[in-house]
């Protein structure tokens, strides 16, 4: 049961281009999140969503798209790749209010050069 | 809008105490969260504080709450290596989403 993961782990991609970020989970959890992660900033929040179909935005969303069409995929696009968004992202499923935990996946290292 | 603050290092000796601390803005908050995130890997929630209390302890794991002060610490005792890693302090908004400090990486000196 691998819970949740995150592909690829690392990706290196040229300005301009457009990469996707895949994120799978088994639990089935209603709720799925997107945050970067840069130094000093910690975990800022890119999109979230409540459930299948239902995607909102986060503190920081221009320049990325999601979907999610089933509830345990949550794909995060990069329409055209900038060095800006050169940084560690992560996925988390779990609750959204009172003491639910996040689960996060392992990250995704993405360099734009 | 809301802010979460915390020092970005904290260095300590191993067998010592770390006291990691926090503050927020939000006095709506109902929850306060400490994650703990290990080197390479995601974060894992290591503790949380209902805003109704004023501590919580968990084996070597003790979190104060001042309310008045929107001030929140983790104090872990007998500092180990293994305690080596960044924790995050978190808060949940108005909203339910939530806001996350910077994070204090804790450096263990042997």
């Known amino acids: 049961d691998a819970g949740i993961t995150q592909s690829p782990r690392y990706k290196i991609t040229e300005t301009g281009r457009q990469v996707t970020l895949m994120c799978h989970q088994t639990w089935s959890h209603s709720y799925m999140f997107w945050y970067r992660q840069d130094l000093g900033h910690g975990l800022r929040l890119i999109y979230y969503?409540?459930?299948?179909?239902?995607?909102d935005k986060g503190e920081v969303p221009d320049g990325y798209v999601v979907s999610r069409s089933k509830t345990e995929n949550f794909p995060l696009t990069l329409e055209s790749a900038t060095r800006s968004q050169t940084s560690v992202y992560f996925c988390a499923t779990g609750g959204l209010a009172g003491a639910d935990e996040q689960y996060f996946g392992p990250g995704t290292r993405l360099t734009v050069t | 809008g809301e802010d979460v603050e915390q020092s970005l290092f904290l260095s300590v000796r191993e067998g010592d105490s770390s006291v990691i601390n926090c503050t927020y803005t939000d006095s709506s908050s109902t929850y306060l969260y400490w994650y703990k995130q290990e080197p390479g890997a995601g974060l894992q929630l290591l503790t949380y504080?209902?805003?109704n209390m004023d501590m919580k302890q968990d084996q070597r794991l003790t979190v104060l709450l001042n309310k008045k002060d929107k001030h929140l610490s983790l104090r872990i005792a007998d500092t180990q290596t293994g305690d080596s890693a960044i924790y995050f302090c978190a808060e949940i908004d108005s909203n339910y989403q939530l806001i996350w400090g910077a994070g204090t990486k804790l450096i263990i000196k042997p």
């Open positions: 969503s409540a459930a299948a179909d239902i995607t």
């Open positions: 504080i209902f805003s």
